[in-house]
C-alpha cells in the first residue's frame, strides 16, 4: 500500500472585505482568521488571548455580529464584511464609542477592550438605548482581568447617547 502525497493543506489566494477593503491572502482556508488579520493585515486591534474563543479579546465584527477570530476559519470570512477595532475610527476622528470609553477611563490593562467595544458596537447597532441587563448580556463572554466592569457599563450608555447625538 502506498502513500500518497502529504496532507499538508495548500494555501491558495482569498480575498475578503475588510474594514472597507478588499484584500487578498494566499493561506490555508482552515487558517485562523485572527492570524490573517494580525499577521498578513497588520491590524493589531484584535488581540490573542486564549486561542478558545472564550475570553473575546480577539473579536471582530463579521456582517455587524461578533465573532471570535481566534476561531473562526479565514474561509468563513470570505463574501462577508470583517470589521475590526481599526475600522471603528482613526486617531483624528475616533467612533463615539471608542471616545465614551476613553472618557469613562474604562480600560486599565487594555487585555478586554478590543472586545468590549467591538460587541458594544454590535449591541449599539441593534438596539441604540440599552439598558444595564442589555449590555450586561452582550458583554457576558468578555472576560475582564482588571475588573473594570462599572466603568465599561457607563462607557456603553456614554456611547448610546453619543450616538444619539450624533443622528
Do not use: W
Request: one cysteine or more; a negative charge.
Amino acid at each position: 500500500m502506498s502513500v500518497s502525497a502529504s496532507a499538508t493543506p495548500v494555501s491558495e489566494p482569498l480575498t475578503l472585505t475588510v474594514n472597507g477593503s478588499t484584500r487578498t491572502v494566499e493561506v490555508t482556508r482552515d487558517t485562523p482568521l485572527l492570524y490573517v488579520l494580525r499577521n498578513d493585515f497588520e491590524l493589531n486591534g484584535p488581540k490573542y488571548g486564549c486561542g478558545l474563543g472564550q475570553c473575546g479579546a480577539c473579536t471582530v465584527l463579521l456582517d455587524g455580529g461578533p465573532a471570535r477570530s481566534c476561531v473562526v476559519p479565514v474561509a468563513a470570512a470570505i463574501g462577508r464584511e470583517t470589521l475590526t477595532l481599526e475600522g471603528l475610527g482613526t486617531l483624528d476622528a475616533l467612533h463615539p464609542i471608542q471616545r465614551a470609553f476613553i472618557d469613562e477611563q474604562a480600560a486599565q490593562c487594555g487585555y478586554c477592550l478590543n472586545g468590549m467595544i467591538m460587541s458594544a458596537k454590535a449591541l449599539l447597532d441593534r438596539n441604540p438605548t440599552p439598558d444595564d441587563d442589555d449590555i450586561r448580556e452582550a458583554l457576558r463572554f468578555n472576560l475582564c482581568r482588571c475588573g473594570t466592569h462599572i466603568e465599561i457599563m457607563k462607557a456603553v450608555h456614554r456611547a448610546a447617547g453619543y450616538l444619539k447625538r450624533e443622528q
